[in-house]
């Protein structure tokens, strides 16, 4: 046999010997999401497989999925881009088939459209989780370069709050009366209808999980007040918000609201008749089991005994923990929450007539001798500012991830100079941005 032919020879056997110990994948995409490849093949003994995967034109950005085991196999992809060529091999042991390739199409036009004005991929680890709410909802994640690598489309319009759960799912307010929560692969994990539930309660702003596995919301009550004083009638209905706690089976365990701390009728303040009264918009859970409820209207946030429900303190101009300096007052805040100084950290949204520029700002809170101080203060230019809405997360002690939305959302990390170090616009807003460390630990290795 001449060199050439026995050489042939070789190559077919190896073609042969490579490809009998699994079938073709078949690629699909999982419930035609375009950034969800999904490969399936078998395997003619039981094994365990694995999937190493990589732009065609950048093989240093190679992933690998976790194992599969068995003879068939349904493997999805995460954490790819659109519109990019992709190769994959299958590995088992030390043994990588041949090449196979995909390509990924665009986002869909309704999900998000991302402006990248300003990328520098050193300035965060993670990603960065969005949510559009109007029309064709959709809940996004992009990557430091500013590209979209996840998203999931509902069938209509969402409520505005939702947050990412200890077990990379997404928990949500669909509608004013049903709470969702999803996984990464759209599934839905919780479907709680509070209307058939027989739960008379609207829920908005706000949703999370406790420890103890209990979602924990805003909800309105109502009652009828004389409120003429504030431009009403003798006997007329006042909403006001409160906290709802729920099981994950739609008990209720626990709820509060303005009306059993506050009589109106006694308030020195205004009140808009048209909207409910102190408009809640956050809550955070203290590390002993209290609450700490966010009022826009009153600029200010109130401690809440978890069990009794009595008011502890008041922070913010008019209660009785205060700011020393009063030009660190917020004013229209938004998205309390306790960062990893366990300093109270908010988006100070400001107003047009009395401060116009939004702050990132954060207290420490002495509770024996009523005073806050004032540890972090970043102004913010006014193109990042906003009256409505609006988030801030510490990422570092000199890097802050701010979501400024006013019709759209613009998302930035900046320092505490309020400079901008990374920036992308959006086509739509979004509540809040949340930075994510590692939403696909679960199906990348």
């Given at each position: 046999m001449s060199t050439c032919k026995y050489l042939f020879v070789l190559a077919v056997c190896a073609s042969a010997c490579q490809s009998a110990w699994h079938s073709d994948p078949e690629v699909t995409f999982y419930n035609s999401n375009v950034l969800l490849p999904h490969l399936e093949f078998t395997t003619p003994d039981s094994t365990?497989?694995?999937?190493?995967?990589?732009?065609?034109?950048?093989?240093?950005?190679?992933?690998?999925?976790?194992?599969?085991?068995?003879?068939?196999?349904?493997?999805?992809?995460?954490?790819?881009?659109?519109?990019?060529?992709?190769?994959y091999t299958i590995v088992h042991n030390n043994r990588s088939s041949k090449e196979f390739f995909f390509q990924t199409d665009s986002v869909p036009a309704h999900v998000l459209h991302i402006?990248?004005?300003?990328?520098?991929?050193?300035?965060?680890?993670?990603?960065?989780?969005?949510?559009?709410?109007?029309?064709?909802?959709?809940?996004?994640?992009?990557?430091?370069?500013?590209?979209?690598?996840?998203?999931?489309?509902?069938?209509?319009?969402?409520?505005?709050?939702?947050?990412?759960?200890?077990?990379?799912?997404?928990?949500?307010?669909?509608?004013?009366?049903?709470?969702?929560?999803?996984?990464?692969?759209?599934?839905?994990?919780?479907?709680?209808?509070?209307?058939?539930?027989?739960?008379?309660?609207?829920?908005?702003?706000?949703?999370?999980?406790?420890?103890a596995g209990n979602i924990v919301t805003i909800t309105h009550d109502s009652a009828r007040y004389d409120l003429r004083k504030f431009g009403g009638t003798k006997n007329q209905y006042l909403t006001a918000?409160?906290?709802?706690?729920?099981?994950?089976?739609?008990?209720?365990?626990?709820?509060?609201?303005?009306?059993?701390?506050?009589?109106?009728?006694?308030?020195?303040?205004a009140i808009n008749l048209k909207e409910n009264w102190g408009h809640a918009n956050s809550i955070v859970l203290d590390g002993h089991r209290n609450y700490l409820i966010s009022f826009r209207d009153f600029n200010q946030v109130w401690k809440v005994d978890g069990k009794q429900g009595d008011?502890?303190?008041?922070?913010?101009?008019?209660?009785?923990?205060?700011?020393?300096?009063?030009?660190?007052?917020?004013?229209?805040?938004?998205?309390?929450?306790?960062?990893?100084?366990?300093?109270?950290?908010m988006f100070?949204?400001?107003?047009?007539?009395?401060?116009?520029n939004s702050r990132v700002m954060a207290y420490e809170i002495d509770e024996s001798a009523k005073k806050a101080t004032t540890m972090i203060r970043v102004e913010l230019p006014r193109s990042l500012s906003s009256y409505r809405m609006g988030s801030a997360e510490m990422l570092s002690d000199d890097k802050f991830l701010v979501c400024t939305t006013?019709?759209?959302?613009?998302?930035?990390?900046?320092?505490?100079e309020g400079q901008i170090l990374w920036k992308v616009a959006t086509d739509h807003a979004s509540y809040r941005a949340y930075l994510i460390k590692d939403p696909f630990k679960n199906f990348i290795e």
């Open positions: 365990v497989v694995r999937i190493e995967y990589w732009p065609v034109d950048r093989p240093s950005a190679r992933q690998r999925t976790k194992p599969s085991h068995g003879r068939n196999h349904a493997i999805t992809l995460f954490n790819v881009k659109p519109n990019r060529h992709y190769a402006r990248k004005e300003r990328i520098d991929t050193t300035v965060f680890d993670g990603f960065i989780l969005l949510r559009r709410f109007f029309k064709h909802g959709a809940d996004v994640l992009i990557d430091r370069e500013g590209d979209i690598v996840w998203y999931h489309s509902y069938d209509t319009a969402v409520r505005r709050a939702f947050t990412w759960t200890s077990q990379n799912t997404i928990l949500s307010i669909y509608d004013s009366a049903r709470i969702m929560e999803t996984d990464l692969m759209g599934n839905v994990i919780l479907d709680l209808d509070l209307e058939q539930l027989g739960l008379p309660y609207k829920v908005h702003h706000e949703i999370f999980y406790d420890p918000d409160g906290i709802l706690v729920l099981s994950k089976e739609g008990k209720v365990v626990w709820i509060w609201n303005l009306l059993q701390a506050e009589d109106p009728t006694r308030f020195t303040g008011v502890l303190w008041k922070l913010g101009a008019g209660g009785n923990i205060v700011p020393e300096d009063p030009s660190d007052y917020f004013i229209r805040q938004h998205s309390i929450h306790f960062n990893p100084r366990n300093e109270l950290m100070d949204n400001g107003d047009s007539k009395i401060r116009p006013r019709k759209d959302a613009i998302i930035t990390v900046v320092n505490r």
